[in-house]
């Protein structure tokens, strides 16, 4: 049964959030955690439902940030982890079990022929753009405007800014105080989905350009899918610039395709990085790519490392999780696109009906709702025109029916294999109520 609107609780989590936030700033060790207003402290999760603290349940389209992507606690997952902490909780040493859940990602990925494995995609994506500056011996990166690759100085550039500046030239602007300048100028900012400009972009720095890094699907201001060819015109720009392509598949990995968005697409990058999905709920990451590219990695060249590098915890969830994701010929992905696309198909319908103006993009193991009048989004400039405080009015009145959506549509709706039929009409259900009040809330008609 859903919550409804009177059921709802919710004075543990406001007791603990006030009591978290007198030793742990902001309440949570990651922003984004208490960044909207509705506070939530989870103590269970099963499949494609999340419980508070309060004893509210909710149908679950966070996912850990897209981690969950077969649900919470898959038993199989479960299983294994708890086996591998009673064999060895930590060595310090390479593990068999490495080799082994390399080789189920080397059958999957088109660029995977060698592979390295990290516990974060924050991790992945520093060490992808290091390797990339080290064996082409050039420093500057092009970063998307409206991207995001993690929490490292690299990157932290133009991920979210009202004023991008001029296309053929956007802004670099840091993401947060303490980034510094110096490392800025090692990155140059493109529009997304605007091949022109990007062309001039890169022969502008083809000289010192290292590498080009890019979602394939731009997923962290909604979900903003590329224009037929973009990816392939990156990949022959890179080679254009002797630059190397780098995929950020942190998202898409596992998620889109067993080959994620190359496969997805057609489109093999030289380099690409992979978390959340990979790993089912435990923490691991890894960078995949060309042999002549990763072979330079070694003692007195490129280094590599982290303590908890291809930890035996992470990964026996892993192997796991893969074994489940890529069973009968990777019939999960079916199941992943068929509910997604119910799921989309049902919040159009609903949007139609309630005559609100919005509209639902991406694919459907990954979408995104958008307050605007714009048939579609393509661009992190056209993100920047929808009406964002009606859609977190939108997806909080969502989570007072049950449905956890992040409050933020810079964010995503995310599915797991464990999202049910069921699931897609309490949601629409909800949704279409949601609709309802927020159109009239924001006088929003289509
Ligand atoms: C595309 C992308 N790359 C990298 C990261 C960083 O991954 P992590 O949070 O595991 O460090 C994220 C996290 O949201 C992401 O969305």
Known sequence: MMNSLLQRKSSKSETLLNEAKKIIPTGASSVMRTR????????RGRGSRVWDVDGNMYIDYLLGFGSLINGHCHPRIVEAVKKQAEELLMSGTPVELEIEVASKIQRVVPNAEMVLFASTGTEATMEAIRIARAVTGKTKIIKFEGSYHGHHDYVLWSVESSNPGLEISPFRIPYYPGIPESVGKTVTIAP???????????????????????EPVMANNGVILPKPGFLKALKELAEEADALLIFDEVITGFR????????????????????????GGVPIA???GRRDILENIGPGKIGFGGTYNAHPLSLAGASANLDILLANNGEAFQRLHSTGEK????LRQAIDDT?????????????????????????????LQTNSAAYTAWALKMFEKGVYIYADDGERILLST????????LTVAAAEEAFREVKKQFSLAA
């Open 343 to 346: 799921l989309m198909k049902g």
């Open 286 to 288: 890894a960078v995949t």
């Open 355 to 383: 005559g609100v103006e919005a509209i639902v993009q991406g694919l459907g193991p990954l979408f995104q709702v958008y307050f605007t009048n714009l048939p579609e989004v393509t661009s992190y400039r056209e993100k």
């Open 36 to 43: 909207i207003p509705n506070p939530m402290f989870a103590v």
């Open 256 to 279: 889109l395709a067993p080959g994620g968005a190359q496969e997805y697409f057609g489109v093999k990058a030289d380099l690409a990085t992979f978390g959340k999905a990979l790993g």
């Open 192 to 214: 997304w989905n605007n091949l022109e400009a990007l062309r001039k972009i890169v022969r502008r720095n083809r000289s010192n350009l290292a590498a080009i890094i890019a």
């Open 418 to 425: 464990m999202h049910t039929d069921e699931d897609v009409e």
